[in-house]
C-alpha cells in the first residue's frame, strides 16, 4: 500500500500533464530522426564531392596529357616549309596541327588577316609560344617586303654584327644587333638574378630566343673569362665558394656570424654562381656588398644540381629558391606526365614563378 501511494505521487499526472509529454517525446523523437537524415546527406555529399574531385583530377591530367601529346604530334610530323597565308588544310594536319587550331587560323585568312611575320601566327588563338618555336625553322612567308618584315627579332629595323660579351653588353647595344627588346630584358633580368653566359650556347637558356637568331649571333659571341692576373696581387681575394669561415673574416665587415651565414647559405644554394646572391644571406646589405665587392671572387666549382626528375619533395624544397607549394607541383606533374624532358618545363607549365625559373637555372639538372 505504502508503495501504491508514492507511485502515485510521483507518477500521477493530469491530462494538460499528459499532452505535454506526450509532445515532448515526439518532438525528441523528430530532432533524432532528422539528424540521422542530415548527417547521411552529408556522408553522401561528401562521397559526391569526392567522385567530384577524381573527376576534376582525371580531368587536369588529361588536358596535361593532351599538351603533351599535341607538342609530341608536331615533333614526329613530317615537318616541311609552308607559308601560313597559302597552306592548306591538309598541309597545316601534317605539320602537326590540331583541327581546332587549323580552323582558326583558316577562319582569320578568310577574314582578311594576313601574317607578315612569323610572331603573327600567335594571333590565332590555340596557337602558343611553344608551338611557335618549334614551327619556326619552316616558316617561309612569301613577297619580298614580308620577308624583309618576318623576322620579330628585327621588326623591320635595321641591325649591324658585331663580336659581344652577352654577360656585359647593353640594352641598346642588344638592339642594335637585332635583338628583341622583349628577349633583351629578359637577357638582363637572368644576369641580375645572377645567372650568366659562360659558353655561347647558354643563350639558348633565355626562353623565347629566337633559333633563326642564335644561329646568326653565334660566330659573334666573344664570352671573356677574367684570370686572377688581372686584379693586383697586394689585394685580399677571397673566393665564395671554396672559402671557409676564417677566410671570409678577412673581408671587412665580415665577422664569425656573417661569416658562417654566407656558408650556410652556399651550402643550401649549391654554390654561388653570383655576387650579387650575397644580397640573400641575411645581413649583407647592398653597402656591405659594395665595399667587399672587389674583393671576392665567385670560384668556377661543380654547383650541386637539382636533379628534378629524381629528387624527392623533401629533398627538393631544402633548395631556397623552392617552397613547399613548388616541389609538390613539380612532384605531382611528373606523376602524371613522366620525367621532365627540358628544364624548360617548369617554366612552360607555370610551375615556378620566371622570376625564380631565371635565378635556378643553373642549379636545374634532368639526371
Not at 618584315?149 to 644587333?177: C, M, Q, R
Request: charged residues 25%.
Amino acid at each position: 500500500m505504502k508503495f501504491k501511494h508514492i507511485f502515485r505521487e510521483y507518477f500521477s499526472y493530469s491530462a494538460s500533464e499528459r499532452n505535454g509529454i506526450i509532445v515532448l517525446v515526439v518532438l525528441l523523437m523528430a530532432m533524432y530522426f532528422l539528424s540521422l537524415v542530415f548527417q547521411s546527406g552529408e556522408a553522401s555529399e561528401f562521397v559526391i564531392d569526392r567522385k567530384k574531385q577524381n573527376q576534376i583530377d582525371s580531368l587536369i591530367s588529361l588536358i596535361e596529357n593532351k599538351e603533351v601529346n599535341k607538342k609530341e604530334q608536331i615533333k614526329i610530323a613530317s615537318l616541311d616549309f609552308f607559308d601560313p597565308n597559302k597552306a592548306s588544310k591538309e598541309e597545316l594536319i601534317n605539320l602537326g596541327l590540331t583541327s581546332f587550331q587549323i580552323n582558326n587560323l583558316i577562319k582569320f585568312r578568310n577574314k582578311g588577316g594576313k601574317f607578315k611575320a612569323k610572331i603573327d601566327l600567335l594571333k590565332i588563338y590555340g596557337i602558343s609560344e611553344s608551338d611557335l618555336e618549334l614551327l619556326s625553322n619552316y616558316i617561309r612567308i612569301s613577297g619580298d617586303e614580308d620577308i624583309k618584315k618576318e623576322s620579330p627579332i628585327n621588326t623591320g629595323k635595321k641591325y649591324h654584327l658585331f663580336a659581344f660579351d652577352p654577360n656585359v653588353i647593353s640594352l641598346k647595344e642588344w638592339d642594335s644587333l637585332g635583338v628583341n627588346k622583349r628577349i633583351s630584358v629578359r637577357i638582363k633580368n637572368y644576369l641580375a638574378a645572377g645567372g650568366n653566359f659562360r659558353q655561347a650556347t647558354d643563350l639558348k637558356k633565355i626562353y623565347g630566343f629566337d633559333s633563326v637568331k642564335f644561329v646568326e649571333l653565334l660566330p659573334y659571341v666573344k664570352i671573356v673569362v677574367k684570370s686572377n692576373s688581372e686584379i693586383p696581387s697586394n689585394k685580399i681575394l677571397v673566393q665564395l665558394n671554396s672559402s671557409d669561415t676564417t677566410q671570409l673574416k678577412q673581408l671587412p665587415g665580415i665577422g664569425s656570424v656573417l661569416s658562417l651565414r654566407i656558408v650556410k647559405y652556399r651550402d643550401l644554394l649549391g654554390g654561388f654562381v653570383s655576387k650579387d646572391q650575397l644580397l640573400e644571406v641575411y645581413g649583407i646589405t647592398k653597402e656591405k656588398l659594395i665595399r667587399i665587392e672587389s674583393s671576392i671572387c665567385v670560384d668556377s666549382i661543380s654547383i650541386k644540381r637539382l636533379m628534378i626528375n629524381s629528387f624527392d619533395a623533401l629533398r627538393l624544397r631544402k633548395h631556397p629558391y623552392i617552397n613547399q607549394r613548388t616541389a609538390k607541383d613539380i612532384i605531382r606533374y611528373r606523376e602524371r606526365n613522366g620525367n621532365f624532358t627540358s628544364v624548360d618545363q617548369l617554366q612552360t607549365h607555370k610551375l615556378i614563378p620566371d622570376s625564380i625559373f631565371l635565378k635556378l637555372t643553373p642549379y636545374l639538372e634532368l639526371n
